[in-house]
């Protein structure tokens, strides 16, 4: 169906992990959905590694992308306590 650009995504988390949403163009004003399954690991902390995940892919899907070079940059980590 040709229409403009509706520029959102959902994240959906589900039993196994996180699912992402958008509308992906196919063709110049023709979109289909596009849903991504960012799988959890087994353990109970594995969560915050999709979850990192998700973001990245919601940073690419509104154009944000990181250079060595920019003055201030989006970073997303997971980082281990040292305690």
């Not at 992402?20 to 960012?38: A, N, R, V």
């Not at 973001?55 to 997971?78: A, C, T, W």
Request: hydrophobic fraction near 30%; charged fraction near 45%; glycine fraction near 4%.
């Amino acid at each position: 169906m040709k229409q403009d650009k509706d520029w959102k995504c959902e994240i959906r988390k589900v039993e196994n992990g996180f699912i992402l949403s958008y509308l992906e163009e196919i063709e110049e004003g023709y979109f289909k959905k596009t849903e991504t399954l960012f799988e959890e690991k087994s353990n109970n902390e594995d969560w915050k590694d999709s979850m990192s995940e998700v973001f990245y892919e919601v940073m690419k899907y509104f154009g944000e992308f990181n250079s060595k070079h920019d003055k201030r940059r989006l970073n997303i980590e997971v980082k281990e306590n040292d305690y």
